[in-house]
């Protein structure tokens, strides 16, 4: 079990190293620029005024799902594109693309391009994919297939032969709420049914505190006919450092979540980082948990204990695994694994300094 467990971890540190060699800003067409949809533009509006964002690039590198939350849509210099164009029919070869760039259109009919930091897992036949998706940021609340989130997904019953384009997760208070990448997948096999747990980063519009969700999804049915039944974004984690300055309140950014899980106790961990002012914004690594009593609904901490809604309200972290570094390290991007036989969760991060 623990050569599997080194193994994960070795097979994690080599997806963080490659992430940062590849990753790549969502881009879309110049002219398309203006369609960026209500929720999108509250989104960014909200980051503007969170001081995480004056910092990244400079002292602290967020993920490329904090890029989004910073920046919103970028611009590209292609000329603008179509749903007719080539480019919704690309070749990938001998490779599965388990997105569907003809999915990647808005219901206006605008083509975007952008798809990173993709997360996988698979139990038996099943395989789900998920991906920061940037059609969510030209895509209304309401969108069919949920194209407004930013964290695609997508589905495979044939061990990832093929894949269904999922779109983006189901949030029905989108005008209140964005999931907005960032994805981490996890399998779950218990009582005879297969559940796919997907976290992402949650930005609410109405509460200054920022969160990280689950979303919890049941395979229904069996074989080629099987389908996916996904909750409503669950709240795993939630702000735990706020300030007010001058009238204006603000609340730390929750940043590259990872999930593991439990089997044998049926818990769901969430690791992440937690950039908050306390800490000078160096990142504090956090653990939250998340019952898997009722798989479809799992209840999480620190998540549960705090609230998006009404005035909103921070919530201690559940484990703070390593504090703020003393020296301005950044803290970012720590992997959780977990021992079946004694329930002990390990973590594997490396603190990283920017130099400008």
């Known amino acids: 079990m623990r050569e599997l467990v080194r193994s994960k971890l070795a097979m994690m ?14 881009t879309v067409s110049a002219a398309q620029s203006h369609v960026a949809h209500a929720a999108a533009a509250q989104a960014t509006f909200t980051s503007k005024n969170n001081p995480v964002c004056s910092k990244n690039g400079h002292s602290i590198e967020l993920s490329q799902g904090g890029q989004m939350f910073c920046n919103g849509p970028q611009s590209g210099t292609s000329s603008p594109s179509s749903t007719s164009s080539s480019s919704s029919n690309p070749s990938f070869g001998s490779n599965v693309d388990a997105a569907n760039p003809q999915e990647d259109v ?3 009919g605008v083509q975007i391009h952008g798809q990173s ?7 038996g036949p099943y395989v789900v994919e998920a991906w ?6 030209f895509a209304p609340c309401g969108s069919p297939m ?7 997904f997508g589905f495979s019953t044939d061990g990832g032969k093929t894949f269904r384009d999922l779109g983006g997760l189901p949030n029905a208070n989108c005008n209140t709420s964005l999931i907005e990448g960032d994805p981490s997948v996890e399998a779950y096999t218990v009582g005879g049914s297969t559940y796919f747990y997907i976290g992402s980063i949650f930005i609410p519009f109405t509460v200054p505190e920022n969160a990280l969700s689950v979303t919890a999804c049941k395979v229904v049915g069996a ?10 974004p669950i709240v795993a984690a939630i702000s735990s450092d706020c300030e007010t300055f001058d009238g204006f309140s603000f609340c730390s950014f929750l940043d590259k979540d990872f999930l593991s899980i439990d089997p044998a106790r049926g818990r769901l ?14 990142g504090v690594v956090e653990l939250a948990m998340c019952d898997l009593s009722n798989p479809a609904s799992p209840t999480c901490h620190n998540g549960g204990d705090g609230s998006i809604t009404g005035a909103g309200a921070p919530a201690a972290p559940y484990l703070v695994v390593a504090p703020g570094d003393p020296n301005f390290c950044e803290n970012e991007g720590a992997y959780p694994a977990v021992d079946t036989k004694t329930g002990d969760v390990r973590l594997v991060q490396r603190p990283l300094q920017l130099r400008r």
Do not use: W
């Open 13 to 26: 540190l080599t997806a963080l190293v490659l992430a940062i060699v590849i990753a790549i800003p969502l």
């Open 117 to 123: 930091e993709t997360s996988v897992a698979s139990a």
């Open 146 to 152: 949920n194209k407004e989130e930013l964290t695609g």
């Open 223 to 232: 074989g080629a006919t099987a389908t996916l039944a996904c909750s409503q």
């Open 106 to 108: 808005t219901p206006s």
């Open 269 to 282: 961990y969430m690791s992440y980082t937690e950039f908050g002012p306390s800490s000078g914004f160096s």
């Open 132 to 137: 920061n998706d940037g059609t969510g940021f």
